[in-house]
């Protein structure tokens, strides 16, 4: 089991939804309007970065100098929107088209995600803050839970990672990534026995410099649109790239969370009600 058959694998990390679950005031804002019910973490797993990177540039490219989006606001520069990047939040729907048929069509490309209600956060939270008064909850613990349980059984099969994450806020938090990473690495390696250790390497950017994370942040959008909107059809139409789904919190029917596969695929039905 501690084989490396694979010499590199290229994971994109991006999130959905945010972390935050109080407002200034300490009060919970969770599902109310600007605070998503769901955070979300996932990775893009891409072969070949340099020809899904080339790709998307040359339809972004493409896109830019179609006169019918000539007078459309988020394709001007000024706007700081498609014109730089891709984001399905930001891009039109003509646009999102075109990146999800592009995306469609790249059989190699897997995603992982973690999924988590915050309104279990809060419930943790606030134990917490009874037990110990002086407790505050940080966003970026919620982060590192859910980058730690999605990696836990990631990197152990390539002799070498390369890990680019989309950086959140201001500044990249480079060294509590890695220490999440390293954490998820040995306690994985420590339940196998299995005794070998890949290299890994971090790499924090913003996702308008890289198109791989443009790629991530869409198969992102479809996932959360299922959770929060519960609309399938983005999701339904990429559900073949989604590798592994964990919904840590429905624990209906078994008390790790559930696990959507290839085998047990995501569908409208399977969701707990909200």
């Not at 989006?69 to 929107?81: D, G, N």
Request: charged letters at 30%.
């Amino acid at each position: 089991m501690g084989k490396k058959i694979i010499e590199k694998k290229n994971f994109f990390v991006d999130e959905a939804g945010s972390p935050t679950i109080f407002d200034k005031h300490g009060r919970i804002i969770v599902g109310a309007p600007g605070c998503s019910r769901y955070f979300i973490i996932g990775f893009l797993d891409v072969d070949d970065p340099a020809v899904l990177s080339a790709g998307l540039e040359d339809l972004r490219k493409s896109l830019l100098a179609d006169p019918y989006f000539h007078k459309i606001p988020s394709m001007q520069l000024h706007a700081r929107k498609t014109a730089l990047a891709f984001h399905a939040k930001d891009d039109v729907p003509e646009v999102r088209r075109e990146v999800y048929r592009y995306i469609h069509s790249n059989n190699n490309l897997k995603f992982n995600a973690v999924v988590k209600d915050k309104l279990n956060v809060v419930h943790y939270a606030m134990e917490r803050r009874k037990a110990n008064p002086t407790y505050r909850y940080n966003p970026n613990e919620l982060y590192d839970f859910l980058t730690r349980r999605l990696f836990k059984s990631n990197l152990h099969l390539a002799s070498k990672y390369e890990i680019c994450y989309a950086i959140r806020g201001s500044k990249p938090r480079t060294e509590a990534f890695g220490e999440s990473l390293q954490i998820s690495q040995k306690r994985f390696l420590s339940e196998r026995r299995i005794q070998n250790q890949s290299e890994i390497s971090i790499a924090p950017t913003y996702s308008k410099d890289e198109p791989c994370l443009q790629a991530a942040d869409y198969f992102l959008w479809a996932l959360q649109r299922i959770y929060e909107m519960r609309e399938d059809r983005y999701f339904s139409y990429l559900k073949d790239q989604f590798k592994l789904i964990i919904d840590i919190d429905d624990t209906r029917h078994k008390k790790y969370g559930e696990y959507y596969d290839g085998k047990n695929m995501l569908q409208l039905g399977k969701l707990p009600p909200i």
